[in-house]
């Protein structure tokens, strides 16, 4: 089973500043089976990226993922308020299935 | 709108059982794997299960393997999860998602098991 170890736990940045939030297989994904989402309290998950590099439907371009083998970077061009949550990558590439333990990007 | 709401919820007793139903609507759900996701307080996301488009395979995280069943009727557009045995380290927000990759999510119901 591929553990995803996500880092930093915590990225503390301003708005407009770019956060890079990395996510590490503990083998080679798949044909790039990598998910990224992005959770707020009290709300569900929202799909940003899958496909490790695919943005889904109405997410904005300052969301990117990129990456392949066991290294993914979701990137945030710059920080827009509302962008503040919980990141949580994901393998999709076998069952059962997996989720990284998430990075907090946080006002600083 | 294309949505999936869940239902069901509720606070049980330690080694009690509960069924979650999550509903579907417009949207060809025979055509999708299902997954159940769930998020205890103040951790992360853990998948649970999933079935494919047809039922006949189902996975199953460890921590539940045994206890739980996941299931799904196509003909009333639901899918369900059968929880037995609970514990008290069960108790999280339960999310139905469409797909392996869940690009569309319920907005959850919540399981809490206490004495």
């Known amino acids: 089973e591929i553990v995803l170890t996500q880092s930093p736990g915590t990225l503390s940045l301003s708005p407009g500043e770019r956060g890079t939030l990395s996510c590490r297989a503990s083998q080679s994904v798949r044909s790039n089976y990598l998910a990224w989402y992005q959770l707020k309290p009290g709300q569900a998950p929202r799909l940003l990226i899958f496909g490790a590099s695919s943005r889904s439907i109405g997410i904005p371009d300052r969301f990117s993922g990129s990456g392949s083998g066991t290294d993914f970077t979701l990137t945030i061009s710059r920080l827009e308020p509302e962008d503040f949550a919980i990141y949580y990558c994901q393998y999709y590439g076998s069952s059962p299935g997996t989720f990284g333990q998430g990075t907090k990007v946080e006002i600083k | 709108d294309v949505r999936l709401v869940e239902s069901g919820g509720a606070l049980v007793q330690p080694g009690g059982s509960l069924r979650l139903s999550c509903a579907a609507s417009?949207?060809?759900?025979?055509?999708?794997?299902m997954t159940w996701v769930r998020q205890a307080p103040g951790k992360g996301l853990e998948w649970v299960a999933n079935?494919?488009?047809?039922?006949?395979?189902?996975y199953y995280a460890d921590s539940v393997k045994g206890r739980f069943t996941v299931s799904r009727d196509n003909a009333k557009n639901s899918l369900y999860l059968q929880m037995n045995s609970l514990r008290a380290e069960d108790t999280a927000v339960y999310y139905c998602?469409?797909?392996?990759?869940?690009?569309?999510w319920g907005r959850g119901t919540l399981v809490t098991v206490s004495s």
């Open positions: 079935i494919k488009e047809d039922g006949t395979d189902k």
């Open positions: 417009r949207f060809t759900f025979n055509t999708y794997w």
């Open positions: 998602a469409r797909g392996h990759f869940f690009d569309l």
